[in-house]
């Protein structure tokens, strides 16, 4: 099934808490369901998109300035937009992507205390001021998802930031769903795979039969 209008759907959430998780759950029930859609992810998503996400996560011996790093976001998510999202969404597909500009003010903004103002004019003059139709955040004390990817290989040059950085980008994350509580749904993420799997489905069904 291809919707007329496409929609933009965007997971967020600090590090481990599930998010490619529900993406991959998500998948097979639109799958099962027949609709068009997409996945994709943010930093990267085209060619091009995936450099700048090496760029940004790799290790150096120099302090990567904060405002480079979220120019840099900027720079993938403005080739991310155009190159992948609005065709994709033009075409009546359901994009989801993992991440987007909440991200930046969650991490850049909370986390690196760019101020808020900054984000925003990228966001309108870059990206054109696009957002989200819905927009699920998985939600859990941080030490949940750190936990989770305890076991994971080597750290990315974000992962490797403390706990105190990662509870300024949670406390963002509130902000932006108490700013725009239509499009963002809190879902606990500290429950089982299944529990959460179940929460997401609930927010599908009852968003497609709006
Ligand atoms: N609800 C859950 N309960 C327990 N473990 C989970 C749950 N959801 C995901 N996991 C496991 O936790 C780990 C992190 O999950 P996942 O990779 O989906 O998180 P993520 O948010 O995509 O992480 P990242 O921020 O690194 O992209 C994986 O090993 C996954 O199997
Ligand atoms: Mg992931």
Partial sequence: MTLTQGLFITIEGTEGMGKSTVIASLSEFLKEKGFDYLLTREPGGTEIAEKIRQVILAHYDETMQAETELLLYFAGRLQHVQTVVLP??????????????????????????????????????????????????????????????????????????????????????HQRAREYPNRFRLIDAGGSVEEVQEKVHHIFNEFFSK
């Avoid at 994709?88 to 993992?98: C, L, Q, R, W, Y």
């Avoid at 991490?107 to 870059?126: A, D, N, S, T, W």
């Avoid at 403390?162 to 300024?168: C, P, V």
């Fill in 88 to 173: 994709a969404k033009s075409a009546g597909k359901i994009v989801i992507s993992d991440r987007f500009t909440d991200a930046s003010f969650a991490y850049q903004g909370g986390g690196r205390q760019i101020p808020v103002e900054k984000i925003r004019l990228l966001e309108q003059h870059f990206i054109n001021d696009l957002q989200p139709d819905l927009t699920l955040l998985l939600d859990a004390p941080i030490e949940v998802g750190l936990n989770r990817i305890a076991s994971r290989g080597e750290k990315d040059r974000i992962e490797i930031e403390n706990i105190a950085f990662f509870e300024r980008v949670r406390e963002s994350y």
